[in-house]
T-cell receptor, first 109, second 119 residues
Framework: QKEVEQNSGPLSVPEGAIASLNCTYS??????FFWYRQYSGKSPELIMS????GDKEDGRFTAQLNKASQYVSLLIRDSQPSDSATYLC?????????FGQGTELSVKP | GAVVSQHPSWVICKSGTSVKIECRSL??????MFWYRQFPKQSLMLMAT?????????EQGVEKDKFLINHASLTLSTLTVTSAHPEDSSFYIC???????????????FGSGTRLTVV
């Protein structure tokens, strides 16, 4: 079992729709979770971090964490074509940031 | 906010030569830095953890004699790819860890990456 797993996609949504990205992790003691966005050929850029169970909202983005289910998700509301990128889930596992394989999102105008 | 500078942004080298990549934390001290490698259409794979003043810790399957890591100061870690071969061509990204008082937890700031092409 991989330490961090994501659906690889690609995920395609129409402009204005909600994009839902999912991630599961294997280490029960993990305490901090991150969502990054990566454009082709560029370094990842942080979208959000989440540490507590529940929802955390920042603009059009909402991160959801359920530690009991070892599940973290990212919702993007009112998706825009500029949101088209690869979204990486990352989990702090014993001090190291481990990434999932990423989900490619395509927002169609 | 925390800034990490990585140089060079791209490099082309001949097979058999060595290449050094630098990662600097500009406005904070980083006792721990990380080096990742990313092949096309794949995610970031952690190569090693670089600790200031001590030996790096390598992930399983990463050759420590090929990927030399030096973390001699609190703001600089270097990765040297020795005797590079075409299969080492990849996107190398560093990350520095710092404690963020805003969240009360660790934050990870990434460099801009280095595209290595070995010909």
């Amino acid at each position: 079992q991989k330490e961090v797993e994501q659906n690889s996609g690609p995920l395609s949504v129409p402009e204005g729709a909600i994009a839902s990205l999912n991630c599961t992790y294997s280490d029960r003691v993990s305490q901090s979770f991150f969502w990054y966005r990566q454009y082709s050929g560029k370094s990842p850029e942080l979208i959000m971090s989440i540490y507590s169970n529940g929802d955390k909202e920042d603009g059009r983005f909402t991160a959801q964490l359920n530690k009991a289910s070892q599940y973290v998700s990212l919702l993007i509301r009112d998706s825009q074509p500029s949101d088209s990128a690869t979204y990486l889930c990352a989990v702090n596992i014993r001090g190291k940031l481990i990434f999932g394989q990423g989900t490619e999102l395509s927002v169609k105008p | 906010g925390a800034v990490v500078s990585q140089h060079p942004s791209w490099v082309i080298c001949k097979s058999g030569t060595s290449v050094k990549i630098e990662c600097r934390s500009l406005d904070f001290q980083a006792t721990t830095m990380f080096w990742y490698r990313q092949f096309p259409k794949q995610s970031l794979m952690l190569m090693a953890t670089s600790n200031e003043g001590s030996k790096a810790t390598y992930e399983q399957g990463v050759e420590k004699d090929k990927f030399l890591i030096n973390h001699a100061s609190l703001t600089l870690s270097t990765l040297t790819v020795t005797s590079a071969h075409p299969e080492d061509s990849s996107f190398y990204i560093c990350s520095a860890r710092d404690f963020t008082s805003q969240t009360g937890g660790w934050g990870y700031t990434f460099g801009s990456g280095t595209r290595l092409t070995v010909v």
